[in-house]
């Protein structure tokens, strides 16, 4: 008899033991799948490096000849639709979407802003743009203002939108030039900051309305010939994420710069040592607001691209990667991310080495 | 008969188990809210608030707000050859003949949590800006939009019936800390 309680106290302990054991030891892992996307985008060459994301509407993507791609989930596939014809092709960030009134900004292959909108019936463009001279590159939106934010040719910061009878663009921030590739600009659509990078990079800086007069204002300073190479916004907790290098063959960090209620400061997110680096045709970040999720989309540096995310929601809140390629784009199985969408579940890519098509990662985080 | 006090050799697997659960539990626990195995630190070490400058030009004005508060912040050079980040507790200055060069500037010692950082009150100037709302021309703007850009606003076109919920969405994430 005593042996049978030993050997039932013995079971007991063991079982208490193990569940302590493995509750405590594992955490959250999300799985990642891919579906290739159906409809007139799976016959298009990729160029563009731009992508934005509505989340009522879809994901948009501007092709290799320039036409505006809707991608969407029609409730059983991966599929898309063209929206408009005349999108630029082959730059950075020159989408961008005002996820309220679900209007798609790009920049036209006239070089000035365009915009995409559903008129109830169809799809209609419209230039919004006053200047053809500006060379819009990087795109971002205040969707609460409904003003769009570019940074032009020059790296000077201005903004268009309507002013009640006509659209108008305005120069924000024209203290700042930046080389071509490697800038970004983005929204606080609370606190209606719009965070960008400075002349030689190494300065952030932010600009916004108070209440009299535009004012920008820079907060950080990165020093070595370190450089600000993009950045995105998360919504909920207002930080600002940056991919960082110096150099050539220096790994890319990713930053955090938040406010601690005295001060702005950092911590440095993630960082491998294979991250795209200051390379051709350099790399980007996407903001996924309105949900702890960020995706940082990490495009070709001659050795990886990357998809990298952090899941908040769940036990684990370190950054790790869904996706990597290393084949140099290479082949068809290289996937270059684009955009993200769905809180940060879902990555639009365009294939490697120029196969058309495109396809979708989206997990299952829990 | 009275048992003794000592482990039955039986128990012993079981007590390596409570002990395995119980290491697991301290490294779990001492990993909440780090990045890696770094220590966890308070979040605030932070430079001050910044003054502002408002002498940028009027919204309707083309010229440039060329406000240019600088706060250059003095921290620890990483080497970006070091594996791990080597991450300083204070801010120092940059090394004056790095080899190879020093990377990025570095403040913090840990990452903050969400819920940290989702209860940090706003920086000034955007209580400010956000008491301020939007600029005049702006604000007009939003009150009368084109009308013929807003006819569809309201509507979801039927292909994106299904937009919403693609598969693997999860249920919406709180953004409550």
Not at chain 1, 233 to 239: A, E, F
Not at chain 2, 64 to 75: G, S, W
Request: aromatic share 10%; net charge neutral.
């Amino acid at each position: 008899m005593k042996t049978i309680q030993q050997v039932k106290t013995l079971l007991r302990v063991t079982i208490l033991g193990a569940v302590l054991a493995l509750g405590f030891s594992s955490s959250a892992e999300a799985a990642w799948n891919e579906n290739t996307v159906t409809g007139g985008i799976a016959a298009e060459a990729p160029s563009s490096l731009s992508g934005a994301y509505d989340p009522g509407y879809g994901i948009f993507w501007c092709t290799a000849n320039s036409k505006l791609y809707a991608v969407y989930w029609n409730g059983s596939a991966w599929t898309s639709t063209q929206w408009a014809a005349n999108c630029a092709s082959g730059n950075f960030n020159t989408i961008a979407v005002d996820n309220v009134n679900h209007w798609v900004f790009y920049r036209g292959t006239d070089q000035a802003i365009w915009v995409c909108y559903y008129t109830g019936a169809t799809w209609a463009t419209a230039k919004v743009g006053t200047s053809l001279v500006n060379n819009p590159r990087q795109l971002c939106v205040d969707s609460g203002y409904h003003v769009l934010w570019y940074l032009d040719g020059s790296g000077y910061l201005w903004a268009v939108y309507h002013n009640g009878s006509a659209w108008v663009e305005v120069l924000i921030d024209g203290v700042n030039q930046r080389s071509i590739n490697n800038r970004s600009c983005g929204v606080d659509e609370v606190y209606h900051f719009v965070w960008h990078t400075t002349s030689t990079q190494d300065n952030l800086r932010y600009s916004y309305h108070n209440g009299s007069a535009w004012v920008s204002t820079t907060t950080g300073t990165l020093i070595g010939g370190a450089k600000y190479n993009t950045l995105c916004v998360d919504g909920p907790t207002h930080q600002i994420y940056c991919l960082i290098s110096a150099a050539t063959n220096v790994p890319t960090r990713l930053l955090s710069r938040y406010y601690t209620g005295s001060g702005w400061a950092f911590w440095n997110a993630f960082e491998d040592g294979n991250l795209p680096i200051l390379a051709s045709p350099s790399h980007y970040c996407i903001p996924s607001p309105n949900s702890y999720s960020c995706i940082l989309g990490g495009a070709y540096d001659g050795a990886y691209a990357k998809v990298l995310f952090t899941n908040y929601s769940a036990n684990a809140r370190n950054w790790t990667t869904c996706r990597q390629d290393n084949n140099n784009q290479g082949g068809s199985t290289g996937l270059f991310p684009l955009a993200a969408g769905h809180g940060g579940r879902s990555v639009l890519c365009r294939n490697g080495n120029g196969a058309v098509g495109c396809k979708v990662l989206y997990s299952d985080l829990p | 008969m009275k048992e003794s006090s000592s482990i039955h050799p039986l128990l012993w697997p079981a007590v390596l188990a409570i002990l395995v659960g119980v290491i697991a539990a301290g490294w779990r626990w001492g990993n909440l809210g780090s990045e890696g195995a770094m220590p966890s630190l308070p979040a605030s070490i932070a430079t001050p608030p910044l003054p502002e400058k408002t002498t940028a030009p009027p919204l309707a004005s083309a010229a440039p707000a060329n406000t240019t508060d600088e706060d250059v912040e003095r921290a620890a050079a990483l080497n970006a050859t070091q594996p791990a980040p080597a991450i300083a507790s204070k801010p120092q200055p940059a090394p004056m003949n790095p080899s190879p060069p020093p990377f990025v500037i570095q403040e913090e010692v840990r990452q903050p949590t969400p819920e940290e950082l989702a209860a940090i009150p706003p920086p000034p100037e955007a209580v400010a800006a956000m008491k301020a709302g939007p600029p005049p021309d702006v604000l007009r703007g939003m009150q009368n939009p084109p009308q013929h850009m807003m006819q569809g606003t309201k509507m979801i076109p039927p292909e994106f019936k299904h937009a919403l919920n693609p598969p693997g969405t999860p249920p919406p994430v709180s953004t409550k800390p």
